[in-house]
């Protein structure tokens, strides 16, 4: 039966009306004799209805468990298998001799084996479908109820004279029949040439009949007060119905005049009611769009979409929603906006024209720190990090892709944040950009929005035209190819020109401020790992303000020791690339490549016969690696120490890589401190004010099972595939860990997570919800790794058998340390099975020499 309010479907996946028998009910074969399969079906179908919260239904979950407890004493007796085996067969006789055709029709004998006195392996008599018929203990065969046997020696005569008269007696009873039935076929025969003879022939019904007169049927009178009424015929029986005959006669036809044109629309599915954002999700939306304007203003961008990207799956309001699309697009347009600038700067060559307003003005050249543009005749030279505004929105416009509608709605992006630009400047922009189609609603409510969270502190006198630039410092582009110089401002300090946050925009609480923590340190690393170490810097001064818990202060030291050293490996690139010689081979590994031209901030090479250019921002990491280390060769523990941190933000670099050079490194000589912790560090750092609290009592959990299971029971019932149940386990690790203060509830939470999980064959995932389970509540980890790994063992995949013997080798050992011995011992034997299932000869390996360590 698939009905889902099924314990025996839910739980055990099994499709039968009423009890299954002993063997269904382990998921074994009917009759199956192997030992061991009989006691891994009951260890795991006991485990599977164990883990699951009854709430409501804890009255069949106990019920059920009994009955596995009862099949599992029953079928590993050898003596009470037997008995129960005699009786299955002959309850299935009943029906045919079908496996499980008694088990659908009305229940198994469930409770049938007799085991005399002892009642401990009766099944239980619990609601639900009633138990099969008691079967008796079959009776010993009696010696004295068989046949004869056949004599041997004198008595041979007499018995062939018997066999003889008997097949002549069957002889002669044969002939009789005989006659008999073909006495009864001729009179058959002879009745029907008789009934055929008396019928009328029966008339044909005419191909193109005239449409017949209207008649009035008279109705028939009963003969009878109890009998019915007899059917009235629609029309005659030699012509052919018409289809209103047709439509009247036979139901559910429908009425053939009727018109598509004529008919009421058809009913509309409701959709499925959107989830209600929770006051934690709202708060933490509220928070994330606060910091994330604070993020803007002080020209974090990418921390900004870091942050917002951080709450784009919570659920939220209709407003909430609005409002963060409309901080999420601002954070995406100002990004775009950075990024256009610095393409246009790297492609930017001698002689190139641009244009700014009614200004147009020549490039004369360009170095890594300064550009040179020729305008009306003269030379001015800007620094590349402290461009013009109106020269920054010309190389925007010129490196953005899009129609001239799209980039006027990022250039007004850039003009609400401007500190020279009028007010209405971008608002204006943004309606140049409706006229030509875009829609700017949502852009003018971030003019108003901005006034609440990041108002505009303007100096004393502004200026908004272009021809005010700063007065050139040459007249002659600078001749010194110098690389971009090194972040030199320590750590706690605010460089020159960045304004310190104000009170008002610190959290007001020690979890905000972790928050807000957390979220400017995971900014600061993926700018490392997008080769911004400058401001990954500005980040990290940030974050000294915030961090005051000392675990907290160990994280951004190490960060910031990580940042240091990947300044250190660009500098390193910067200046071996500036030390090369045109016109000579480069040999990397086995690639010889020509030295076309090359700079501190970039180089071309002439590889196969084609030019390729390369930037410190788009270099291959093993071109970088290799300039990093033949500068750094004079210190080759130093060396490996910096190619590791940049191995460990890199993309295409990796953790074990980077791990492997500092382990290098350390060999080398280097002191490494406590860098190889930043493998570990977390930055969740919420997770760190969290207090363990008890387990709730069973009673108390009542409640909160109906509250959870009111809530998820579509996405529950949705559920199909293991990618269906590993989406939803992690969408419940989510809600769980926004749950705090609602105890029975998160705890609820946690523990369907994890069976979802478990069911997704997903270990790792596994281990994070037992994590985040053990960081709020007093339980025992162990034991529910445990749990976790002897459900996903039941599993068929070979993939999944691979990972459950890999996950073996690391929950054994903890096993063992932990003094659960035998524990770790199961846990080896199921890897052993599992290794072998996967046929991966390496792995089983591993497993033995697992088993010896044990």
């Excluded at 900004?304 to 995406?332: H, I, N, S």
């Excluded at 890594?368 to 920054?392: C, F, I, W």
């Excluded at 500068?631 to 074990?656: H, I, M, Q, R, Y």
Aim: aromatic share 6%; with cysteine; charged share 25%.
């Amino acid at each position: 039966m698939t009905d889902p309010n099924n314990p025996y479907y839910r739980w055990l996946g099994l499709s039968v009306y009423g009890r299954p028998d002993y063997y269904a009910l382990l998921g074994l074969r009917t009759y199956e004799t192997d030992p061991q399969a009989i006691a891994a079906g009951g260890e795991q179908a006991f485990l599977r209805v164990q883990t699951q919260h009854g709430g409501a239904e804890e009255a069949s979950r106990q019920q059920i468990l009994q009955e596995i407890t009862a099949a599992r004493a029953c079928l590993q007796d050898p003596g009470q298998k037997a008995i129960y085996d005699q009786q299955l067969q002959q309850f299935y006789a009943q029906y045919g001799g079908a496996q499980y055709g008694g088990a659908q029709q009305g229940g198994a004998p469930y409770a049938a084996p007799q085991y005399g006195a002892n009642p401990a392996y009766l099944a239980p008599q619990g609601g639900g479908q009633p138990a099969g018929p008691a079967m008796p203990t079959p009776p010993a065969a009696a010696s004295g109820a068989a046949e004869p046997a056949v004599a041997v020696g004198n008595s041979g005569a007499s018995s062939a004279k018997r066999a003889k008269s008997r097949a002549k007696r069957g002889s002669g009873a044969f002939w009789a029949s005989a006659l008999t039935v073909l006495a009864l076929a001729a009179a058959a025969g002879g009745g029907y040439i008789y009934w055929q003879s008396t019928q009328t022939p029966e008339k044909v019904a005419q191909d193109d009949p005239v449409e017949p007169a209207p008649t009035i049927d008279e109705p028939e009178v009963d003969q009878k007060p109890t009998e019915k009424k007899k059917k009235e015929r629609k029309f005659l029986s030699d012509k052919r119905p018409t289809a209103d005959e047709l439509a009247g006669s036979i139901p559910g036809l429908g009425d053939p005049k009727e018109r598509m044109d004529q008919m009421g629309e058809m009913p509309k599915p409701k959709p499925p009611a959107k989830p209600k954002a929770t006051p934690a999700e709202e708060s933490q939306l509220r928070s994330a769009i606060k910091t994330a304007w604070g993020q803007l203003d002080a020209g974090d961008y990418h921390a900004a979409q870091t942050t917002m990207a951080g709450v784009a799956k919570l659920t939220k309001t209709e407003e909430g929603e609005a409002e963060f699309k409309r901080v999420d697009q601002l954070a995406k347009d100002l990004v775009a906006f950075h990024r256009a600038v610095d393409l246009s700067l790297a492609k930017l060559q001698g002689g190139e024209q641009l244009q700014v307003g009614t200004t147009e003005f020549s490039v004369a050249s360009k170095t890594d720190t300064h550009l040179v543009l020729r305008v009306a005749g003269q030379s001015k030279s800007y620094e590349l990090e402290n461009l013009p505004e109106g020269l920054r929105r010309a190389l925007a416009l010129y490196g953005l892709p899009g129609d001239d509608a799209k980039k006027k709605l990022v250039e007004g992006s850039f003009l609400l944040f401007s500190e020279i630009a009028d007010p209405d400047h971008a608002m204006n922009v943004w309606k140049e950009a409706a006229a030509q189609g875009a829609d700017i609603s949502s852009y003018v409510a971030l003019a108003d929005e901005k006034k609440r969270y990041a108002p505009t502190q303007r100096p004393a006198s502004t200026t908004v035209a272009m021809t005010d630039e700063p007065e050139m410092t040459s007249t002659t582009p600078p001749t010194g190819m110098t690389p971009e110089p090194m972040m030199t401002t320590p750590p706690g300090m605010t460089p020159p020109g960045m304004a310190l946050p104000s009170v008002d925009s610190l959290a007001v609480d020690d979890k905000s401020i972790a928050v807000e923590l957390g979220q400017t340190l995971t900014a600061a690393k993926q700018a490392l790992s997008e080769r911004r170490p400058k401001d990954a810097q500005r980040m990290l001064n940030n974050a000294s303000l915030l961090a005051t818990l000392p675990e907290h202060q160990e994280k951004l030291a190490r960060l910031q020791e990580l940042t240091d050293n990947i300044q250190r490996f660009w500098q390193a690139v910067s200046d071996e690339i500036a030390g090369l010689t045109a016109d000579t081979d480069l040999t990397v590994g086995s690639t010889v490549a020509r030295i076309v031209e090359n700079r501190a901030d970039y180089l071309v090479l002439r590889v196969n016969g084609e030019n390729k250019r390369y930037t410190l921002s788009d270099m291959p990491a093993g071109l970088a690696m290799h300039f990093a280390k033949e500068n750094l060769s004079g210190d080759e523990g130093n060396a490996k120490v910096v190619c590791g941190s940049f191995l460990f933000v890199a993309p295409d670099g990796g953790t074990e890589r980077a791990v492997a050079m500092w382990s290098e490194a350390k060999l080398a000589g280097a002191d490494l401190g406590d860098l190889p912790k930043i493998v570990d560090d977390n930055y969740n750092l919420a997770d760190d004010l969290l207090v363990q609290v008890p387990v709730p009592a069973d009673d108390s959990l009542m409640e909160a099972t109906a509250e959870f299971q009111g809530k998820w029971a579509a996405q529950f019932a949705s559920a199909k595939r293991s990618s269906d149940h590993t989406e939803l386990a992690k969408k419940l690790l989510s809600a769980g860990k926004s749950l705090d203060g609602e105890t029975e509830l998160q705890f609820v939470t946690f523990r369907y997570a994890l069976a979802e999980a478990a069911k997704g064959d997903q270990l790792s995932l596994c281990d994070e919800i037992v994590d985040a389970w053990a960081k709020r509540f007093e339980i025992d980890p162990l034991e529910w790794n445990l749990k976790s790994f002897q459900l996903a063992s039941a599993s068929e995949s070979s993939k999944q058998q691979e990972s459950v013997a890999q996950y073996a080798l690391t929950l054994a050992p903890e096993l063992a340390k932990a003094g659960r011995r035998d524990d770790a011992l199961a846990v080896a034997k199921v890897a052993e099975t599992a290794a072998k299932k996967a046929r991966n000869k390496q792995l089983s390996d591993q497993i033995a020499e697992l088993q010896n360590s044990l």
